[in-house]
Each structure stands twice: as structure tokens, then as C-alpha cells.
């Protein structure tokens, strides 16, 4: 299967960050990001598609987890 490439929106970074008390700054070094993408990112600019699994990775989730528009029931 081929890897996904491009820019996703990526609507649920800021509910999922705050939910493991995380800084912008934090998750930002875990994920190798800088803050600026982080924040960018948490006001709905898409990001990279390798950034999107950086910052999945970061917080332990897989990249679909972040990118779904609604919590799944």
C-alpha cells in the first residue's frame, strides 16, 4: 500500500494534545516539529502528511485518529 503524501487537515491536534496536558512546546519536541507548526496546525493550516505522523506518533495515536472530524462512538 502506498503512503498517503501531501497536506491533511488534521482538526482534532489541539483537543487530543490538551487532553494528555501537553504544551504546544511539548508535543512540538516529542514530535521533532516546531511550535510555530504545531500552532499553525491547531488553527486548521494542513500539514504535511509526514508531519501529521510525526505528531501522531507523539501523542500515540495513529494519524487517521487525528485527521476524523468527530470522535468515533
Known sequence: ???PSGSASVPRLRAMREAR???????AEKAGVS???????E???PARYSTVRQLAEALGVEP??????????
Open 1 to 3: 500500500m502506498a503512503r
Open 64 to 73: 487517521a485518529v487525528l485527521m476524523a472530524e468527530q470522535e468515533a462512538p
Open 21 to 27: 496536558l501537553m504544551t504546544q512546546e511539548e508535543l
Open 43 to 45: 488553527r486548521g493550516e
Open 35 to 41: 511550535r510555530f507548526t504545531v500552532a499553525r496546525t
